[in-house]
């Protein structure tokens, strides 16, 4: 058991230079392109907001593809939300493209046009998700998940997209998702729900899966948990006993969250040091999408966690701010379990990152307090 491997310094959290080189380094917006049931038939179109609008999933008619959503005359973002459309129209000059992309009008210019179609994403798909060419984080996580759940991942249904923002490092948002050792002390329900003693984890170098069983005896504390509980019973039947959740972390910023029936993606994008957006798309197994009473309990059980979790990384990147701007550098341990996924996602935040910064200059030992 390490108990003196130190967490990830200060300065990473607060440093310009290293936010820099993250979104230099690291794949923030592009590694989730959807799922299937975005556009559940031909000609239905979904902008992706976490792209910051300039993909658009599209049904062609053939199949589901991924476009640019930029104009090729003056670059207006074109398509807004989700929709049906023939073809794509700019709002600007009206230039208009088909469902492939292809330039079919440019009014009163004269061009060549094979030079302006819009560019199409290279992708793959696996079980309804959507994810670039060659890179296999994501559908290697799926996979891996499969050994905790067995929930259709193909069968879902999209039923809601939300944005918020927080005011914490984007890693610290990530570290409190990774971070199983609160689960009891910070949260009322999980302490008598969840079982953190008992978490199966699946680490690999580009994605991490955790999954967490239910208590013995669970015991409901609020009303959103009771809720989403009764809603279960009545839709489904007896909470099955095999697992509580299954979180998935795909390096470095995408969390999937699943649950009974519900599975939650949420993409963590930085916006400033202190700063970072959250889109979340949540989705459902399909023979439970028109039960508007079991959805609203869901959310209301999950925006309590989230109020719970977002209280707790402020909490954390206040003291862990008030360090840095004074020059301390203590690095507390790492629980071995417990915080297990966490440290794995800070090896891998350190790989990527050593090799284009002089580490030596962060790195003290754990016990250390240097004052300045
Ligand atoms: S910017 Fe799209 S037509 Fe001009
Ligand atoms: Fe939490």
Not at 125 to 142: E, H, T
Not at 306 to 313: C, R, V
Not at 351 to 358: A, L, P, Y
Not at 359 to 368: A, G, M
Request: with cysteine; hydrophobic share 35%.
């Amino acid at each position: 058991m390490t108990i003196n491997t130190p967490s990830l310094a200060h300065e990473f959290y607060f440093s310009e230079e290293i936010l820099a080189l993250e979104k230099k380094l690291f794949q923030f917006q592009d590694i989730f392109l959807g799922h299937s049931s975005f556009v559940n038939e031909s000609q239905n179109y979904f902008v992706l907001p976490h792209t910051k609008e300039t993909k658009v999933l599209i049904d062609n008619g053939e199949e589901i593809q991924v476009l640019q959503n930029i104009c090729k005359h003056r670059y207006s973002i074109m398509l807004q939300g989700k929709g049906h459309c023939g073809k794509i129209v700019c709002p600007i000059h009206s230039w208009s493209y088909n469902l492939k992309g292809k330039i079919l009008n440019q009014p009163g210019i004269e061009c060549d046009q094979s030079a302006h179609s819009l560019e199409r994403e290279s992708i793959d798909i696996y079980d309804g998700f959507l994810f670039p060419k060659n890179v296999s984080a994501l559908k290697n996580a799926l996979e891996a998940a499969k050994t905790f759940t067995n929930i259709d991942f193909e069968k879902l249904n999209f039923f809601a997209y939300e944005r918020f923002f927080v005011k914490v490092n984007w890693k610290s948002y990530m570290d409190t998702f990774l971070d199983n050792y609160h689960l009891e002390p910070f949260h009322p329900n999980f302490r008598t729900f969840l079982d953190s003693r008992y978490i199966e984890s699946i680490f690999r170098d580009d994605f991490s899966v955790q999954a967490i069983h239910l208590r013995e005896k669970p015991q409901i504390k609020t009303p959103a948990l009771k809720a989403y509980l009764d809603c279960y019973s009545k839709y489904v039947g007896k909470f099955p006993e095999d697992y509580g959740a299954v979180w998935l972390c795909i390096y470095p910023n995408i969390i999937i969250e699943i649950s009974q029936c519900f599975v939650l993606i949420a993409i963590v994008l930085p916006d400033s040091i202190d700063t970072c957006s959250i889109h979340e798309y949540r989705l459902v197994e399909q023979q439970f999408s028109q039960h508007q009473d079991f959805l609203t309990a869901f959310e209301q059980y999950m925006y309590e966690i989230e109020y719970e979790d977002h209280d707790l990384m402020n909490k954390i990147h206040q003291g862990r701010k008030d360090l840095y701007q004074q020059g301390h550098k203590h690095y507390g341990p790492y629980h071995p379990t417990k915080e297990a996924g966490q440290q794995q996602f800070h090896d891998y935040i350190r790989r990527k990152i050593s090799g284009n910064f002089d580490e030596t200059t962060l790195v003290s030992s754990p016990r250390e307090v240097v004052r300045v």
